[in-house]
Nanobody, 116 residues
Framework: QVQLVESGGGLVQAGGSLGLSCVAS????????MGWYRQAPGKQRELVAQ???????NYADSVKGRFTIARDNPKKTLFLQMNSLKPEDTAVYYC??????????WGQGTQVTVSS
């Protein structure tokens, strides 16, 4: 079992920056493909950014050039640096870990609110 705990959400003005972190329990973090998802009120959960166990990254078109995903395997931590934030980035952000043998795990979510 893997537990994921997000932190770093909050309230920020449009154009500002926030950094999210996700700390994983267990000793197998490095073999997981990791990602950040978000869900705004009344909308479906959507992918924001992914980083594979090999370090390859993928971003939603809406955040390309503004958000950066990274991982620190020894510290079992996933990061999301969010710059030039827009009101439409307002959502609950979830950390996800996925591995074909061990399954799919989610954090509890952290609220990000961007005011105009």
């Amino acid at each position: 079992q893997v537990q994921l705990v997000e932190s770093g959400g909050g309230l920020v003005q449009a154009g500002g920056s926030l950094g999210l972190s996700c700390v994983a329990s267990g000793s197998i973090f490095s073999i997981f493909d990791m990602g950040w998802y978000r869900q705004a009120p009344g909308k479906q959960r959507e992918l924001v950014a992914q980083i594979t166990s090999a370090g390859s990254t993928n971003y939603a078109d809406s955040v390309k050039g503004r958000f950066t995903i990274a991982r620190d395997n020894p510290k079992k931590t996933l990061f999301l640096q969010m710059n030039s934030l827009k009101p439409e980035d307002t959502a609950v952000y979830y950390c996800n870990g996925r591995q074909i043998l061990f399954g799919d795990f989610w954090g509890q979510g952290t609220q990000v609110t961007v005011s105009s």
